[in-house]
């Protein structure tokens, strides 16, 4: 790949981000860039997934595939430690977003459905990275990790 096509590839990440953040609700995008200018950042991100790339980990809290939208919610709003006016870093492919949520009830569906039945975001602090989605560990039920960095 060319320089000039690892630019226009970059670009077009960093726009499909934009395009994706902007239809959030709940949520204030504070900023967005690209994964490899945050290493601190890419390293909590790192010692979470191995964690649970490695099969140790068990989920700390787990539902049934079959659940309605609603169940879905309620689910992660009782079980991940999610506050309003708290800020998170946001995973959007090969992009981060600093976001801040200002209405968790709208925010969570959103995030849900924006990543696809799932979502990863990170403490501005480092301290700890929450993981909502499915992954081979389970593969009848959805997941929720919460990980201390």
Same mark, same amino acid.
């Given at each position: ?7 226009? /590839?970059?670009? %077009? ?12 609700e709940g949520i %204030? ?10 290493? @601190?950042?890419?390293? /909590? ?36 430690d999610l506050q ?12 981060? /977003?600093?976001?801040? $949520?200002?209405?968790? @009830?709208?925010?969570? @569906? ?12 990170? *403490?501005?602090d480092f301290s ?9 560990? *389970?593969? *009848?039920?959805?997941?929720?990790? $919460?990980?201390?960095?």
């Amino acid at each position: 790949m060319t320089e000039r096509q690892r630019l226009i /590839a970059r670009k %077009q990440a960093m726009q499909a981000a934009k395009n994706k953040v902007r239809k959030l609700e709940g949520i %204030q995008v504070l900023d967005l860039f690209e994964r490899e200018t945050n290493i @601190p950042l890419n390293e /909590a991100y790192r010692k979470g997934c191995s964690a649970i790339c490695s099969y140790s980990q068990l989920p700390h809290s787990r539902l049934p595939h079959g659940s309605s939208a609603s169940q879905i919610a309620v689910w992660i709003l009782q079980t991940m430690d999610l506050q309003e006016g708290y800020e998170y870093f946001y995973e959007i492919g090969s992009v981060w /977003a600093r976001i801040k $949520i200002f209405n968790l @009830p709208s925010a969570v @569906p959103s995030l849900w459905e924006a990543g696809h039945y799932g979502f990863l975001l990170i *403490d501005t602090d480092f301290s700890q990275i929450q993981i909502a989605g499915f992954d081979s560990r *389970d593969e *009848d039920h959805y997941l929720i990790d $919460i990980i201390k960095l």
